[in-house]
């Protein structure tokens, strides 16, 4: 017979806090309900190849030499330099199928870019985002699996 491993399901309420936890064979579930994680999720759906979630807005601008299309706000409006702000709306495009893209937000990259950060040692440890709009195919996902889940 074999024998069932349990797997366990943690909540971290801050990413002050990531450090604590034991992330080895872990699903880190970034949960931006909001603006971030709903813009990623749109932006794959609508056919984006590449996607870079970084913290700082020169480090996004730096990838619009390398053929990314860049995406970024600050406190809710649209940065200058920028080809898009940070509204699932400005995704619901056939234009963006095919590209890459780096986006920084207020809240969202900067909570994905410092787990990353973080976890980036730790084996077999994957990092995936959560939201309103996703939230099916993630639940599925994370039933599929035999790993545990941390939610950021």
Request: aromatic share 8%; net charge neutral; with cysteine.
């Amino acid at each position: 017979m074999e024998e069932i491993k349990k797997r366990k399901l943690d909540v971290c309420l801050s990413t002050e806090l990531i450090g604590t936890f034991d992330t080895e064979n872990t699903i880190v579930v970034i949960i931006d309900i909001i603006r971030a994680s709903s813009t990623i999720c749109t932006a794959f759906h609508y056919g984006v190849d590449e996607l870079v979630a970084v913290a700082e807005v020169k480090t996004a601008l730096g990838y619009k030499s390398n053929g990314y299309l860049t995406a970024g706000e600050r406190n809710g409006e649209q940065l200058e330099g920028f080809d898009m702000g940070n509204s699932p709306l400005s995704f619901m495009t056939p234009n963006i199928k095919g590209k890459k893209l780096a986006i920084t937000t207020t809240n969202g990259t900067k909570t994905i870019a410092l787990v990353s950060e973080k976890l980036k040692n730790s084996s077999d440890t994957e990092i995936i985002v959560g939201a309103f709009v996703n939230y099916q195919p993630l639940f599925q996902y994370l039933r599929s699996t035999k790993k545990n889940v941390l939610l950021v």
